[in-house]
């Protein structure tokens, strides 16, 4: 009895004690968000981002007012990737989590939602801005698996929205840089109408707009830009294609008389240079959908440098030309300081 008493005690005095500590807390972080909102020692926001083009974006709107810091390395895949419990840290500390959502980045997701810190949000930006009605499921995001097609920033229609939205979360975290973070994203989506300028009047000189890609991330950007997707090599295993799938692509890009296929940096495949070799059309293999070409630092590790990119290499495969996007500025309005795991 009565050391069931003391224990008793002993938790009263432990109780008052974390209470005390608790609300001693929580009036240093009020003061603290009087002044600075973000949990960075000077301040600043903390933003966590998953995928380099989504953290690209969030780094150009949050310009010099937050730390972005990407979860996703480089090159991985991140339709499979899962987190290492290390990133719970840094998802325990950010005032906003950036991820693209439709199902993309769901182990990320999860970790973000059991660690994320009272008062921070997590944005699922891609869900945000693409209504149900406009989802899209295809070859490697079949409609019965529930997932669509996660590839939204790959159409700069919808990076401008992604833009807009970043800039709306973050005034939120942090009211009185608003009006600088709108001022950014204006500047993100000026660049982002020059390229989409310069695709229109560059992909006028293709004679056929159709895509074979190994991993099927150009579907909101052909509905949008006028291409026809034929397919999409990669199944939704992200293993290779059963023999009746490339029998069948093959009769496709015989019968479409397509000139080059398409594979991807992330994803290397001998099936697609089979394909190749089997219809005569030329296998390019350095397509990118979420691994940014060049390093961190340069002009051209950036969302705008990737979609250049792959745009001039699409046009240029298919027998057109890019001068439009060969002289596309591609220099930020801000210097880019995001970190980018590799
Ligand atoms: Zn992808």
């Not at 990407?70 to 500390?93: C, D, M, R």
Request: aromatic share 8%; proline share 7%.
């Amino acid at each position: 009895m009565t050391s069931t008493r003391r224990t008793a005690g002993t938790i009263a005095v432990a109780l008052t004690l974390a209470t005390v500590s608790l609300t001693a807390c929580a009036s240093q972080s009020q003061s603290q968000s009087q002044s600075q909102p973000g949990s960075q020692a000077d301040g600043r926001l903390l933003v966590a981002t998953t995928v380099a083009p989504l953290t690209s974006i969030a780094s150009a709107v949050a310009g010099n007012k937050a730390r972005v810091e990407g979860i996703v390395p480089e090159g991985t895949n991140s339709h499979t990737f899962e987190p290492s419990p290390q990133v719970a840290q840094l998802l325990s500390k950010a005032d906003v989590v950036f991820i693209n959502g439709l199902k993309l980045e769901d182990p990320t997701k999860d970790l973000a939602e059991s660690n994320i810190k009272d008062g921070g949000r997590i944005v699922e930006v891609g869900t945000e801005v693409l209504p149900e009605s406009d989802y899209i499921y295809d070859f490697s995001f079949p409609e019965k698996d529930g997932k669509p097609n996660p590839h939204l920033w790959t159409d700069p229609t919808y990076a401008k929205k992604y833009a807009t939205v970043i800039a709306g979360a973050l005034a939120k975290a942090d009211p009185k840089n608003a009006a600088y973070y709108k001022k950014n994203a204006a500047a993100f989506n000026k660049q982002a109408d020059a390229l989409d300028a310069a695709l229109r009047s560059d992909q006028v000189s293709v004679p056929r707009r159709v895509l074979l890609t190994y991993h099927d991330a150009y579907a909101y950007f052909a509905k949008t830009y006028g291409w026809k997707v034929i397919g999409a090599v990669q199944p939704k295993n992200f293993e290779d294609p059963a023999p009746q799938e490339i029998a069948r692509i093959i009769d496709e890009v015989k019968a479409e008389k397509v000139p080059t296929i398409f594979g991807s940096e992330v994803f290397p495949s001998s099936v697609l240079s089979e394909i190749g070799k089997a219809t005569g059309a030329r296998y390019e293999d350095s397509l990118r959908d979420d691994d940014l070409p060049g390093k961190p630092g340069e002009a051209v590790h950036s969302w705008l440098g990737l979609m250049r990119y792959d745009y001039q290499t699409m046009i240029k495969g298919l027998g057109g030309k890019s001068p439009a996007l060969d002289k596309l500025t591609i220099t930020p309005a801000n210097p880019d300081e995001a970190v980018y795991p590799q």
